[in-house]
């Protein structure tokens, strides 16, 4: 099944301002108001009987999020042990999560020029949380969809 974004979906991701995010070593762009908080990750508590993409439990200045490595997410090996790692903080139906990415970058603020549907060699598991991309020079954005990235799949427990 492929998601398509609605007309509306599409031209607010042709232009805007995104929180630039590294994950594998692919540039990934979230819509800088969905982004809460950028922090690094503290302790992170484990959760029995999660998937793995649910890296457990953290709590941010009070308030508990759910952390999701985006690695395994997206379907990227783990990041080596010892690499710090940083975390974006989303809200999607009254849950707070906190994305587990490699690093995080400026804030690129990008019009529709540069905007363009997913490829269709784009792989499917990233065309299915992704919005659009962004031809930017000598790289492709990827724009995450954060509703379909957190949005249980068929059959699964929500994260």
Known sequence: MTLRP????????????YVA????G???????????????????????????????ILNLRGRILTAISMRSRLGLPPL?????????GVEVGGESYGLIVDSVGDVLSLDETTYDTNPAN?????????????????RLMVVLDVDRLLAPEPGMRAA
Do not use: C
């Open 21 to 24: 995010l590294w994950i594998g």
């Open 80 to 88: 080596p042990a010892g690499h710090a790692s940083m975390a974006v």
């Open 26 to 56: 692919q540039l990934f762009g979230v819509p800088i108001l969905q982004v809460g908080d950028v922090f690094a990750p503290g302790a992170i508590t484990r959760v029995p009987m999660a998937g793995s993409d649910v890296a457990g």
């Open 6 to 17: 609605s007309a509306q979906h599409r031209s607010d991701a042709a232009r805007g301002d």
């Open 122 to 138: 784009l792989d499917p598991l990233w065309a299915r949380v992704s919005a659009g991309v962004h031809r930017l020079e000598g």
